[in-house]
T-cell receptor
């Protein structure tokens, strides 16, 4: 059983640029959620995807968007990067109706 | 509003017992999670409490009291590898999100 894999592991971008982060969900899981974790803070919920549709969203602006593919993998896109977007971005997969979230190791994004 | 509070840092001795508290002002949640997170790594699942009371799982136990807005994680027979951050999170069924505390950094000393 494979876990959740995220790519890339580290990324440096310039303010105003766009970034795409990727996540492969655990085998057998059909739901993917994304979290932003600033240094020394708990994760903040960005959104969740189920059956290729966003079915839950936190307090993040529209420049944070996502996709889920038929194989349940997912992408997080962030446009017009700001310095405050620098954080660890975590992806978690689960099976709908089951509370067993499996997290990936995250992508460390630095915006300069 | 929704808010979850945990102590920022705790120190304990190898072999001892430590209790990490979590208080919340979050209504309408389904249950409360505890996760362990080593620096630079993914959070890993420890426990999920839906009902009030104590759930024991090996060296780790978790307690929930909805009426008091309070949960704790109890770690027994502490080992050096238990040095990590411990995060509590409330699961909101309304929009499927987890609301997290900032985490408690646990330092284990020999």
């Amino acid at each position: 059983e494979t876990g959740v894999t995220q790519s890339p592991t580290h990324l440096i971008k310039t303010r105003g640029q766009q970034v795409t982060l990727r996540c492969s969900s655990q085998s057998g899981h059909n739901t993917v959620s994304w979290y932003q974790q600033a240094l020394g803070q708990g994760p903040q919920f960005i959104f969740q995807y189920y059956r290729e549709e966003e079915n839950g969203r936190g307090n993040f602006p529209p420049r944070f968007s996502g996709l889920q593919f038929p194989n349940y993998s997912s992408e997080l896109n962030v446009n017009a990067l700001e310095l405050d977007d620098s954080a660890l971005y975590l992806c978690a997969s689960s099976l709908a109706g089951n509370y067993g979230y499996t997290f990936g190791s995250g992508t460390r994004l630095t915006v300069v | 509003g929704q808010n979850i509070d945990q102590p920022t840092e705790m120190t304990a001795t190898e072999g001892a017992i430590v209790q990490i508290n979590c208080t919340y002002q979050t209504s309408g949640f389904n249950g409360l999670f505890w996760y362990q997170q080593h620096a630079g790594e993914a959070p890993t699942f420890l426990s999920y409490n839906v009902l009030d009371g104590l759930e024991e799982k090996g060296r780790f136990s978790s307690f929930l009291s909805r009426s008091k807005g309070y949960s704790y994680l109890l770690l027994k027979e502490l080992q050096m590898k238990d040095s990590a951050s411990y995060l509590c999170a409330a699961y909101m069924d309304s929009n499927y999100q987890l609301i997290w505390g900032a985490g408690t950094k646990l330092i284990i000393k020999p």
